[in-house]
């Protein structure tokens, strides 16, 4: 193909859309210290600073409003020097180590560095961020030392943060000091006052303009800590301060009474099991029990609040090990989908939600998302969630509640998700400020010709025809379980109908994959894309054609030996610094993963998942981000990160999960009561899979997987006794 040259295609806001997210050289090594809670999540830098070199996307956030801007901790106003920084590994707490500088009184050395220990633990609660800072004198003498502790707040919407300016903002308060307590006040546009109370205990020695100092003699053997408890508040809800004893054991009680529910997993390979561990804990982070259930909230710093779609593909990802948060995350979207038409928010009758926010900007209007529909996708993969929870669990009950909003769903893909009547599902937005791209590449540059064009609306893309299909298909067993049988038929038929004409339109024999999309005057988007590995997820895809896409899939136009990327090397945008046109994300690799599984692909999953776990090891906690570069693998060389990508993802880190799901080719039969393996597969890299707590129902099952060349066999460890464990060839 020939590409478009770069004057012929320069940036404007058709290019990068009204929400994109800037970035700066400061961004491009930054590796954050992360907690969430609820509502409420942290972002600090490896000394467990706020924007104490500048501006960034760090500090203390709550419902979606940057409560605590700045935290600087300096030592005879110098930053102390850095030991170590983590986060625990279950996502307990950020725990850093420092030292003092040398302190020097003109050329003589006061205090020589290394003689006080400093340590700064951080433990977050709903609404509030609990820090004890430690400090012990390792030195032979008394140490005199001077610490001070600087703050700030902005109260900055997210979507301030993320680099949109407003016409106007509200009124920051004058601080208010009693005691050992300073609030920081605003006041909004949308009449809420919302403040940051911050207690120090000791009270500091002296208070100055937004910082607190203690000057302390320490002798030698001395240690003495200062708690300091920062509140998330507004005049609508104060926050209950607590111990920051108490806050410690009970998320310690949380985190080990979630790990005793889980399903484990232990291979035999370490590494691996160190991506899985934190895999499980990113997750336990970003769910949310709301009052619905379980949620999984999408990522942080930028989307951390509920998304339809993350959580929907979250949910199909860790179904097999957690079909509980499948439950969760169906009854929330069936709470929050649209009941009337509302173009302001993209909204029509029986459509899934696209994400809501809390902040300022969202309450006023001044962007749609308090409650946005903006996606085209979220609709039909809920049916398909529907669907596959039922077949994990056979629990019809929950299908019945929900089945109402299951034939509202239908209903809005029958009546405003086929736009123009032609079977496929398209999206034009209605709400001017809303999202010009509705599916999971909802970058405004993502759906594009072969010459770079970029596509007119509206747009029918490749990988929501298959969710289509599968929806139809699911819902059509569904309504044959209950009883509905004339429906069931004809849902079955719309289904089949779908499938024919997708593959009269979207194959492309020249290209040998699936098109991108089509677009408004339904041409054909010609571009060799990673959409097409949807259509394996979705089951829609003819088997000698699933054959075509998985070889290109995991060809060196795609497969970067790290992951597969978005698109081609050889299309016009690709791009692998992009973040939808070349680079790779983790989700979409996981929900090709379980394509590849559905038409018998072993060698393709092999490869994939170690091309994965590979880029886990190389990442900054072993965590997978949302996404990273593109470029082909380097030797001696990691992948290359992404700037602006959210660390971590729900459904990133739910991808190890959906893959190796899919090499193990697991199954439930809840009916016969049934755990089953087909044709399972283990890398060479790992000799033994142990699969312990693997629940059917009340019952369950302990599994050990061994590796025989190419070939694994299985042994039941341990089984409920009316569950059957099953391995198929």
């Given at each position: 193909?020939?590409?478009?040259?770069?004057?012929?295609?320069?940036?404007?806001?058709?290019?990068?859309?009204?929400?994109?997210?800037?970035?700066?050289?400061?961004?491009?090594?930054?590796?954050?210290?992360?907690?969430?809670?609820?509502?409420?999540?942290?972002?600090?830098?490896?000394?467990?600073?706020?924007?104490?070199?500048?501006?960034?996307?760090?500090?203390?956030?709550?419902?979606?409003?940057?409560?605590?801007?700045?935290?600087?901790?300096?030592?005879?106003?110098?930053?102390?020097?850095?030991?170590?920084?983590?986060?625990?590994?279950?996502?307990?707490?950020?725990?850093?180590?420092?030292?003092?500088?040398?302190?020097?009184?003109?050329?003589?050395?006061?205090?020589?560095?290394?003689?006080?220990?400093?340590?700064?633990?951080?433990?977050?609660?709903?609404?509030?961020?609990?820090?004890?800072?430690?400090?012990?004198?390792?030195?032979?003498?008394?140490?005199?030392?001077?610490?001070?502790?600087?703050?700030?707040?902005?109260?900055?919407?997210?979507?301030?943060?993320?680099?949109?300016?407003?016409?106007?903002?509200?009124?920051?308060?004058?601080?208010?000091?009693?005691?050992?307590?300073?609030?920081?006040?605003?006041?909004?546009?949308?009449?809420?006052?919302?403040?940051?109370?911050?207690?120090?205990?000791?009270?500091?020695?002296?208070?100055?303009?937004?910082?607190?100092?203690?000057?302390?003699?320490?002798?030698?053997?001395?240690?003495?800590?200062?708690?300091?408890?920062?509140?998330?508040?507004?005049?609508?809800?104060?926050?209950?301060?607590?111990?920051?004893?108490?806050?410690?054991?009970?998320?310690?009680q949380r985190i080990t009474a979630q790990d005793r529910a889980h399903v484990r997993l232990i291979s035999s390979n370490?590494?691996?099991?160190?991506?899985?561990?934190?895999?499980?804990?990113?997750?336990?982070?970003?769910?949310?029990?709301?009052?619905?259930?379980?949620?999984?909230?999408?990522?942080?710093?930028?989307?951390?609040?509920?998304?339809?779609?993350?959580?929907?593909?979250?949910?199909?990802?860790?179904?097999?090990?957690?079909?509980?948060?499948?439950?969760?995350?169906?009854?929330?979207?069936?709470?929050?989908?649209?009941?009337?038409?509302?173009?302001?928010?993209?909204?029509?009758?029986?459509?899934?939600?696209?994400?809501?926010?809390?902040?300022?900007?969202?309450?006023?209007?001044?962007?749609?998302?308090?409650?946005?529909?903006?996606?085209?996708?979220?609709?039909?993969?809920?049916?398909?969630?529907?669907?596959?929870?039922?077949?994990?669990?056979?629990?019809?009950?929950?299908?019945?509640?929900?089945?109402?909003?299951?034939?509202?769903?239908?209903?809005?893909?029958?009546?405003?998700?086929?736009?123009?009547?032609?079977?496929?599902?398209?999206?034009?937005?209605?709400?001017?400020?809303?999202?010009?791209?509705?599916?999971?590449?909802?970058?405004?540059?993502?759906?594009?010709?072969?010459?770079?064009?970029?596509?007119?609306?509206?747009?029918?893309?490749?990988?929501?025809?298959?969710?289509?299909?599968?929806?139809?298909?699911?819902?059509?067993?569904?309504?044959?379980?209950?009883?509905?049988?004339?429906?069931?038929?004809?849902?079955?038929?719309?289904?089949?109908?779908?499938?024919?004409?997708?593959?009269?339109?979207?194959?492309?024999?020249?290209?040998?994959?699936?098109?991108?999309?089509?677009?408004?005057?339904?041409?054909?988007?010609?571009?060799?894309?990673?959409?097409?590995?949807?259509?394996?997820?979705?089951?829609?895809?003819?088997?000698?054609?699933?054959?075509?896409?998985?070889?290109?899939?995991?060809?060196?136009?795609?497969?970067?030996?790290?992951?597969?990327?978005?698109?081609?090397?050889?299309?016009?945008?690709?791009?692998?610094?992009?973040?939808?046109?070349?680079?790779?994300?983790?989700?979409?690799?996981?929900?090709?993963?379980?394509?590849?599984?559905?038409?018998?692909?072993?060698?393709?999953?092999?490869?994939?998942?170690?091309?994965?776990?590979?880029?886990?090891?190389?990442?900054?906690?072993?965590?997978?981000?949302?996404?990273?570069?593109?470029?082909?693998?380097?030797?001696?060389?990691?992948?290359?990160?992404?700037?602006?990508?959210?660390?971590?993802?729900?459904?990133?880190?739910?991808?190890?999960?959906?893959?190796?799901?899919?090499?193990?080719?697991?199954?439930?039969?809840?009916?016969?009561?049934?755990?089953?393996?087909?044709?399972?597969?283990?890398?060479?890299?790992?000799?033994?899979?142990?699969?312990?707590?693997?629940?059917?129902?009340?019952?369950?099952?302990?599994?050990?997987?061994?590796?025989?060349?190419?070939?694994?066999?299985?042994?039941?460890?341990?089984?409920?006794?009316?569950?059957?464990?099953?391995?198929?060839?």
């Amino acid at each position: 193909m020939t590409r478009t040259s770069t004057a012929e295609m320069l940036l404007d806001e058709a290019e990068v859309g009204p929400f994109y997210i800037p970035a700066n050289a400061a961004t491009t090594s930054y590796r954050p210290r992360v907690l969430k809670q609820g509502d409420t999540f942290l972002v600090l830098d490896p000394f467990g600073d706020a924007q104490a070199t500048g501006p960034a996307a760090e500090g203390l956030f709550h419902r979606d409003t940057r409560y605590l801007s700045q935290l600087t901790l300096t030592i005879e106003g110098q930053r102390p020097l850095l030991l170590s920084s983590s986060v625990t590994a279950e996502n307990a707490t950020i725990a850093v180590d420092m030292t003092n500088p040398d302190l020097t009184d003109g050329e003589r050395i006061t205090l020589p560095r290394d003689t006080v220990h400093v340590l700064r633990t951080k433990v977050l609660d709903h609404g509030a961020l609990y820090e004890r800072l430690a400090l012990r004198n390792f030195g032979v003498a008394p140490a005199r030392i001077q610490i001070e502790l600087g703050y700030g707040a902005d109260f900055a919407d997210i979507f301030e943060v993320r680099g949109m300016v407003r016409a106007a903002r509200g009124l920051q308060r004058r601080d208010e000091r009693v005691g050992n307590t300073v609030t920081l006040a605003y006041e909004g546009l949308d009449h809420v006052l919302r403040s940051t109370r911050i207690v120090v205990e000791p009270s500091p020695d002296s208070w100055m303009l937004r910082r607190a100092r203690w000057d302390w003699t320490l002798a030698p053997g001395e240690a003495r800590t200062i708690d300091i408890d920062i509140l998330c508040e507004t005049d609508r809800a104060r926050v209950r301060r607590r111990n920051y004893d108490d806050v410690l054991a009970e998320t310690k009680q949380r985190i080990t009474a979630q790990d005793r529910a889980h399903v484990r997993l232990i291979s035999s390979n370490e590494l691996f099991n160190d991506w899985v561990g934190r895999s499980r804990a990113d997750l336990d982070m970003l769910i949310t029990e709301t009052s619905h259930g379980r949620y999984p909230y999408a990522g942080i710093p930028w989307f951390s609040c509920p998304f339809g779609r993350d959580g929907i593909i979250t949910a199909l990802e860790t179904l097999w090990l957690d079909p509980d948060l499948a439950a969760g995350t169906l009854r929330y979207l069936a709470a929050t989908q649209a009941q009337v038409l509302d173009p302001g928010k993209d909204a029509e009758p029986g459509k899934i939600l696209h994400e809501t926010r809390g902040g300022e900007m969202s309450d006023l209007g001044e962007v749609p998302f308090g409650r946005y529909y903006g996606s085209v996708d979220s609709t039909p993969l809920f049916i398909v969630l529907a669907g596959a929870y039922e077949q994990r669990t056979g629990d019809l009950n929950l299908i019945r509640e929900l089945w109402p909003s299951i034939e509202a769903a239908l209903g809005w893909m029958d009546r405003y998700g086929d736009i123009d009547g032609d079977q496929f599902l398209e999206y034009d937005r209605k709400s001017v400020n809303g999202l010009i791209n509705q599916g999971w590449k909802d970058s405004a540059d993502s759906i594009f010709h072969a010459d770079g064009r970029l596509a007119d609306a509206p747009i029918a893309l490749a990988e929501v025809q298959a969710y289509a299909f599968a929806a139809w298909r699911e819902a059509a067993r569904l309504a044959k379980l209950l009883g509905a049988h004339e429906q069931a038929s004809v849902l079955a038929a719309r289904a089949e109908n779908l499938r024919v004409a997708f593959e009269d339109k979207f194959w492309d024999e020249e290209l040998g994959l699936y098109v991108l999309a089509l677009d408004g005057e339904k041409r054909a988007c010609r571009v060799r894309s990673s959409n097409a590995g949807h259509a394996l997820f979705g089951g829609i895809a003819a088997s000698d054609r699933a054959d075509r896409v998985a070889h290109a899939l995991l060809g060196p136009a795609f497969f970067s030996h790290w992951g597969i990327r978005t698109i081609a090397t050889d299309a016009s945008r690709y791009n692998p610094m992009s973040y939808h046109n070349g680079s790779i994300w983790p989700h979409d690799n996981g929900l090709i993963a379980m394509g590849l599984a559905r038409y018998g692909k072993g060698r393709e999953l092999t490869r994939l998942l170690s091309g994965m776990f590979d880029s886990a090891m190389q990442m900054d906690l072993n965590r997978l981000p949302e996404l990273f570069c593109g470029f082909d693998r380097r030797t001696g060389a990691g992948p290359t990160a992404y700037p602006v990508a959210c660390i971590p993802q729900a459904w990133a880190a739910a991808s190890v999960f959906a893959i190796l799901g899919a090499m193990l080719g697991v199954e439930f039969d809840p009916a016969a009561r049934q755990i089953r393996f087909t044709r399972p597969a283990l890398p060479p890299w790992m000799d033994e899979l142990r699969i312990e707590n693997l629940r059917l129902g009340n019952g369950g099952a302990d599994i050990l997987l061994r590796r025989h060349g190419e070939s694994v066999s299985l042994t039941s460890l341990s089984r409920s006794d009316d569950v059957q464990i099953v391995m198929t060839a």
